[in-house]
């Protein structure tokens, strides 16, 4: 099973990278999660705008037999929406932490990314699976 | 409850297959990639183990008579070395499971039947028997069933020296020796495709799956499977058809045959008012999932998806639902409900992908 796990990114236990940038956050799936679901077929994403509390779900990703919901890792706004990977969600699969984010948000409340696990922390945690 | 294994379950590992539990066994859903193991079986050739499927064995002067009597589709007439695919019913007409009978000869039947429905299909075809002259043996951990699907699966099979008639049309079944090992062919499969089941030892099916994977035939899984025979539109037991409904709830009329001197279930089937239809829907944008709400242009609630996936050919999402019969739409515009959101699907009257079988 495919488990690129980028050092400078952080990690949720549902399989979401982030990468923090003062408080805006971009999201995605990671290596692993893509792997898991095989070929993605379809993704759904919020609306610009729309105010998250962390750990709700904000979109879903389906492969051809699984249907996935995605959880924010953090409470914000969302800042914008990858329609790329809306209209080629096989982005998911080829380019998890590239062209294949899935939203920005901007943090509530920017402490929370204290929260989240190191690449090292999310690799303990696959070795856990 | 331990979990079944198939002879070939060291290979699927060996393959590094996705394994899952299904109907007790542990099988194969995915080794590489579903979209890709589809496309082998639609445009090159696949093969599925579906060992776990059942085998009962009818054996006697009245084997024909006693498989005929059982299920609704016309047996005593089909041609010998030739399979029919049948609803069980009982005898209010619900079905117990469906089936393919296969007419070996004058006194013997094969009976293949769904993993999941093997030890209820036993006790009732069992203790059915009353004054047929027929013994039934349930022979499901003896054989080995794979399926060979897709349009070039002839050609790699006759490669393989496996003889059978120029004329084999879909349906055919022959016994045959082939390496000193007696084997079952049939030209039936569940993938709308052309194709071959091989009904076998252990011993060969693991041999033959070797073989076929060294001639570069993929391996597919169950994921691959069930995306392809919702393409084609064939209903699978335990979505659109069960313990509660009737063929003629599930589009299955065809199967029925009226004019049969008497079958189990006939009297309440000839009765039977359809309280469903089996509807064929896509959409434009989204998958249809099983279970989810299916409504009509004015947002009623009409029925539910039973089977719903991406189509790997069309590359839609398509559905097959069953809908109240009374509440059919004549404007035929229905819709689906996806996350708490109303999507508008098309109504196909054929089915989604046009198999090739011959």
């Known amino acids: ?129 | 409850m331990t979990i079944l294994k198939t002879s070939l379950h060291e290979a699927h590992l060996a393959l590094n297959a996705k394994m899952a539990p299904f109907a007790g066994y542990d099988m194969p859903l995915q080794y590489t990639s579903v979209k890709d193991e589809v496309m082998a079986v639609r445009e090159h050739a696949g093969v599925f183990d579906v060992s776990h499927m059942g085998e009962f064995f009818v054996i006697g002067p009245d084997a024909i008579a006693f498989v005929d009597h059982i299920v609704t589709n016309d047996f005593k007439n089909a041609e010998m070395l030739k399979a029919v695919y049948s609803p069980l019913c009982r005898e209010n007409g619900t079905v117990i499971d469906d089936l393919i009978a296969y007419k070996l000869g004058s006194d013997r039947v094969l009976i293949c039947v769904n993993a999941s429905n093997i030890a209820k299909d036993w006790e009732w075809i069992s203790s059915q028997v009353g004054s047929f002259d027929c013994q039934l043996s349930n022979l499901s951990d003896d054989f080995s069933l794979l399926a060979i699907q897709g349009p070039k699966a002839e050609l790699i099979l006759r490669d393989f020296g496996i003889k059978f008639p120029t004329e084999f049309p879909y349906y055919s079944i022959l016994e045959t020796t082939h390496e000193g090992e007696k084997i079952i062919v049939a030209r039936t499969g569940y993938t709308g495709e052309d194709g071959f089941e091989v009904f076998s030892s252990h011993h060969y099916a693991k041999h033959l799956w070797d073989k076929l994977i060294f001639n570069g035939v993929k391996p597919c899984g169950l994921a691959a499977r069930d995306v392809l025979r919702v393409e084609v539109c064939y209903p699978l037991y335990g979505h659109e058809i069960n313990d509660t409904v009737t063929p003629l709830d599930a589009g299955l009329g065809w199967t029925v045959k009226m004019a049969k001197a008497d079958f189990i279930g006939k009297s309440a089937l000839e009765a039977y008012k359809p309280k469903y239809q089996l509807v064929k829907l896509s959409l434009e944008r989204g998958i249809p999932r099983e279970g989810y709400e299916v409504l009509n242009a004015e947002g009623q609630r009409i029925g539910t998806v039973t089977s719903g996936t991406m189509s790997v050919v069309t590359g839609k999402g398509v559905a097959l639902a069953l809908i109240e019969k009374a509440k059919a739409p004549a404007d035929k515009k229905y819709l689906i409900n996806i996350r708490n959101t109303n999507y508008e699907a098309n109504f196909h009257s054929k089915a989604f992908v046009n198999g090739g079988h011959k």
């Open chain 1, 1 to 129: 099973m495919s488990n690129n796990i980028p050092s400078e990114l952080k990690y949720t236990k549902d399989h979401e990278w982030a990468k923090v940038e003062g408080d805006t956050v971009t999201i995605g799936i990671t290596d692993f999660a893509q792997s898991a679901l095989g070929d993605i077929v379809f993704v759904e994403l919020p609306e610009v705008g729309k105010t998250l509390n962390s750990h709700q779900t904000f979109g879903v990703v389906e492969s051809i037999k699984s249907v996935s919901d995605l959880f924010s890792p953090l409470a914000g706004t969302v800042l914008a929406t990858n329609s790329e990977v809306v209209n080629a969600p096989e982005l998911c699969n080829a380019e998890p932490y590239g062209n294949a984010w899935l939203i920005k948000i901007k943090l509530s409340n920017p402490t929370e990314v204290n929260s989240l696990l190191s690449a090292s922390d999310y690799q303990n945690f696959l070795s856990t699976l």
